[in-house]
């Protein structure tokens, strides 16, 4: 019988690490997708797209669908569905691993302030902005609203909801990854002060880091929030070898 592994994707590096696995003998691979966003990059195999239902739902899902390792590739700052992915293995004694790739780290050059969240970002910004390149994503757009003040250039992969609460400024629609040519020009053509940035972490968003630090532009980088105390790993490769050392 095959062993079968749950993968909570929605990134790249999800999409990665779930056609590497699948090519291993044995294996039956499920990717879930939070479903937040309308055309989301799918991993070839199963897929289901939508929320579990907290920790009961998710406990609920792993013994119907008889899941015997689960893989955390959400994205960092999918910070809810990775403690209920550690409460929910714990309960159902499963090999449980988060994929969690190395954070950006700040080299000479970089005019950074970091912050805890988002909210501290829009904050921060009152201080000094005046034109914001805001990279965040839409569902944190209305804690810049009342910044009337500051002109918002807010990059998305999706169109905020129609009465969805948005500072002043200008949406500008775009999937990753992007390219350092492409967001030096973005900064430049838009007179941009101000870059607002998760820690993601990765390449394809880093080319902004990179651009900002070439002209100067100040960063406020919201800090990624804490994760579960589970194993992890940064690449492919470390999540291969912990699939071999629990016999898969």
């Known amino acids: 019988m ?10 790249g590096d999800a999409s990665a690490l779930t056609a590497q696995v699948s090519c291993l003998s044995g294996i039956e691979v499920i990717t879930s997708l939070a479903g937040r966003t309308k055309n989301p990059l799918s991993p070839d195999g199963i897929v289901r797209i939508g929320g579990f239902g907290g920790v009961e739902g998710l406990v609920q899902y792993l013994r119907d669908e008889k899941i015997n390792v689960l893989i955390d590739a959400t994205h960092p700052y999918a910070a809810q569905i990775s403690e209920n992915a550690a409460a929910a293995t714990q309960i159902c004694h499963i090999p449980h691993l988060m994929f969690v790739r190395p954070v950006w780290e700040k080299l000479p050059g970089d005019d950074w302030i970091g912050v805890d969240r ?15 390149f805001l990279t965040v994503g839409r569902q944190q757009l209305a804690a810049f609203a009342n910044l009337d003040h500051i002109w918002f250039l807010m990059r ?17 629609s775009a999937r990753g990854p992007f390219h350092l040519v492409d967001e030096r020009k973005i900064l430049r053509e ?58 898969i």
């Open 2 to 11: 095959k062993k079968r592994i749950l993968i909570l994707g929605g990134t």
């Open 118 to 132: 988002v909210e501290t970002a829009a904050m921060v910004l009152s201080e000094f902005a005046k034109r914001v």
């Open 156 to 172: 998305l992969i999706d169109p905020p909801a129609p009465d969805a609460l948005l500072p002043p400024g200008e949406i500008l």
């Open 190 to 247: 838009y007179g941009i002060d101000t870059l607002v940035s998760k820690n993601s972490g990765g390449n394809a968003t880093y080319g902004k880091i990179i651009a900002a630090r070439e002209l100067g532009i100040k960063v406020v980088m919201v800090q990624r929030p804490p994760t579960p105390d589970v194993e992890k790993v940064s690449d492919i490769e470390g999540a291969l070898e912990w699939l071999r050392k629990n016999g």
